[in-house]
């Protein structure tokens, strides 16, 4: 595992890692996340040893980095696909990384394999697309066949075949039991691979929580329901004291009462329902709510709204009618 313990990197005036604590489970994927410049990047480098920490401590299976063996064989980690000598070989690469590290000749040519690189394995990095340049550095993260395994942004320059290919990698590595530390922008993808979420802002920790209940803890819940009747649907609701929200679109939302509940009512009334669907907000969503203060860097045309996704919407939230508004009053 990864064990973080008040972490802290300063640069000048900048606190870019701030009194981080946190641990890196095995056997899951875990997945990192932050707005641009939260200090992702240099947490990950300070995990690797390439930046020394201010203050605290982290440590790889009890020990730092520096004390680790041909510590390829304990954390593979993919930070800067460009960070290869591009007149090397893809195989010369690897057979450098290989040999400084005590990994036998063969291991480079099954990487290779296990990428998709074999064909060109006699070609010169710097003749690289960026996709293929991140196959080559999940290749030498794999090189160590290690425990660790840590990618910043592994889905960068992938195509659509490649980013499921890491997604399963990724999963298939935690299923073995490793431990799997993984960062990205890209909200949907983390959604389809992450079990467990480590979110940090301006260099604090916002959330280490499952993704489960990191989505539950920062969106709203609720249930969709549309009904021909839409009239008697709202006085079978206002009698079962149950509060009703206007969609806008002719369908009504729910809040706090479960679909099996709403779905029985409705049935016990002979009421005819064209939709009952649980609704949960977005990873993306989700996470804008929770770093939308933290977030240093944004468009002015597109600042991000601390309410994306709130369990409280605004008053004048596009999509949210009267009957929250009156519901807020009657409450
Ligand atoms: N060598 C450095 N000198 C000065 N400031 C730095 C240095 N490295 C990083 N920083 C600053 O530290 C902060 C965190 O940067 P970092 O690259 O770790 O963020 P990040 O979360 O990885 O961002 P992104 O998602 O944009 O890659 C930023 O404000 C950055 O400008």
């Known amino acids: 595992m990864i064990e973080l313990s008040g972490l802290t990197k ?11 604590t946190f641990t890196v489970h095995p056997g899951i994927v875990t997945g990192f996340l932050g707005p641009n410049g939260a200090g992702k990047s240099t947490t990950m480098r300070m995990m690797l040893g390439l930046d020394n920490p201010s203050a605290g401590d982290v440590r790889i299976d009890g020990k730092h980095y520096s004390q680790l063996k041909d510590p390829l064989k304990y954390i593979g980690a993919l930070l800067d696909a460009k960070a290869m000598h591009g007149g090397r070989s893809a195989f010369n690469h690897l057979l450098c990384l290989a040999q400084s590290n005590g990994i036998p000749r ?12 074999t064909a060109v394995a006699k070609k010169k990095a710097k003749g690289f697309s960026l ?45 073995q039991g ?3 530390f993984v960062s990205s922008h890209l909200m949907s993808e983390m959604a389809l691979t992450a079990d467990h979420l480590v979110v940090i802002g301006q260099g604090r920790l916002l959330a280490d929580t499952s993704m489960t209940d990191f989505i539950r803890q920062n969106s709203r819940s609720y249930v969709r329901l549309r009904s021909p009747e839409r009239e008697r649907l709202l006085d079978v609701l206002h009698q079962a004291g149950i509060p009703a929200v206007e969609a806008g679109d002719g369908a009504l939302e ?37 770093t939308a203060e933290s977030v240093e860097y944004h468009a002015h045309s ?13 008053e004048q939230a596009p999509g949210w009618g009267d009957g929250w508004q009156q519901r807020r009053k009657g409450a």
């Open 10 to 20: 300063r640069y000048g005036e900048k606190v870019a890692v701030n009194n981080l």
């Open 106 to 117: 063969g291991r480079v040519r099954e990487v290779l394999d296990t990428v998709g690189l």
């Open 131 to 175: 996709g293929m340049g991140q196959r080559l550095g999940i290749a030498g993260a794999l090189l160590g066949d290690p425990e660790i395994l840590m990618f910043d942004e592994p889905v960068n320059g992938l195509d659509p075949e490649g980013i499921h290919w890491i997604r399963n990698l990724m999963k298939s590595l935690a299923s």
């Open 178 to 180: 490793r431990t799997v």
């Open 254 to 290: 729910v809040d706090g009462t479960a679909s099996e509940r709403l779905g029985e009512l409705a049935a016990g009334h002979r009421l005819v329902l064209h939709e009952l669907s649980p609704q949960q907000a977005s990873l993306e969503e989700a996470f804008m709510r929770l």
């Open 302 to 314: 597109d600042r991000p709204r601390s309410d994306h996704a709130g369990a409280s919407p605004p």
